[in-house]
């Protein structure tokens, strides 16, 4: 029998395929906010959505499947993010998007009209603004005087936006958990999205990112606390508060001082305090129960970095699985 909290292999949910208008209208409104759907007389359109949602990350993936222009008439309270994936787009009848890859952002007060080719295939991505204003706080390590301001457009062919599609991938990819486990990696995943996000997407606050330039202080406080916290579910919002500095100048400070990002440096230290417990196991200890010690959740992930580590699987170090 399958444990219920067991990894599931994770597909996007089919939330409507249709030819009434009225039908995904009401499934995008219901998703992204307040739309008005406009087509050629007669014509009858090929929908469909697919959605899954990660923490408080929606993410969709849209047709329509004929010539369509989409009103937006009312404020909502995230961001939107649109990738292209096939076909073609504008924005007021003047900003195109028309390029495999092109990607857009809307901001909650943007009001105005998208027009969609027959063959239009779009990822769609709300972001809460509530959540990315948080996760630039935590990315800054300062409160912040104004809302988060995207930069507006990023081309296909760009670095920017084959970052930000890699980063769609994953959420598509990541496995499905039940119960607590599945709540706790939701969270982990949307904020280390975010993070990323506001890290590879140009914005109002990116000049501030690299200025900050922590203390040797603030490194040891951040190289004590993991240190304390080996066996503890802490991240990088977490490092960064005990160090009293953002995320991003504790990632920047650690790749100086040792050469890599304060979550490979936490990774590396559990993978040492996990060697040296299975050098010297106590009767009845187990590899797996090592690894969730250490909070390594994925017993194939610990056994490749452990390798990559020292050169040896778990088992090899004088435990047997």
């Not at 005087?145 to 457009?153: I, T």
């Not at 993991?226 to 650690?254: D, K």
């Not at 050469?259 to 010297?280: F, K, M, N, S, T």
């Amino acid at each position: 029998m399958i444990p219920a909290d067991a990894p599931q292999v994770s597909r996007m949910q089919l939330i409507a395929r249709t030819a009434d208008l009225d039908e995904i209208r009401n499934v995008m409104t219901d998703m992204f906010g307040s739309h008005r759907l406009m087509m050629p007389a007669r014509a009858r359109p090929d929908a469909q959505v697919e959605a899954r949602e990660v923490g408080h990350l929606l993410l969709a993936r849209v047709r329509y499947g004929m010539p369509i222009e989409v009103e937006v008439d009312e404020t909502r309270v995230a961001w939107t993010i649109t990738q292209i994936v096939r076909g073609t787009g504008e924005v007021d009848r003047l900003r195109r998007a028309d390029a495999c890859g092109d990607v857009l952002t809307h901001s909650p007060e943007w009001r105005g009209r998208i027009g969609a080719s027959a063959d239009l295939l779009f990822d769609n991505l709300r972001v809460p603004v509530a959540k990315l204003n948080a996760t630039c706080r935590i990315l800054l390590g300062a409160e912040l005087d104004r809302p988060v301001l995207l930069e507006a457009f990023a081309g296909g062919g760009s670095a920017q936006a084959a970052r930000f599609g890699a980063l769609i991938q994953g959420l598509k990819d990541l496995p499905h958990y039940g119960g607590r486990a599945g709540e706790s990696l939701a969270r982990a995943v949307e904020q280390s999205f975010l993070l990323e996000l506001l890290t590879l997407w140009p914005h109002s606050y990116s000049r501030y990112l690299d200025r900050a330039q922590p203390s040797s202080r603030a490194i040891v406080k951040a190289c004590d606390f993991i240190e304390a916290n080996l066996h503890q579910p802490i991240g990088l919002p977490e490092i960064a508060a005990a160090a009293h500095v953002g995320v991003r100048a504790l990632t920047l400070a650690f790749d100086k001082r040792f050469g890599v990002a304060p979550g490979r440096y936490l990774r590396q230290r559990r993978l040492d305090a996990a060697r040296e417990v299975l050098r010297r196991p106590a009767p009845g200890v187990t590899v797996t129960a090592v690894a969730m010690d250490l909070q390594f959740g994925n017993l194939g992930q610990f056994a490749r970095y452990y390798r990559q580590r020292f050169g040896e699987l778990p088992s090899a170090t004088g435990l047997a699985r």
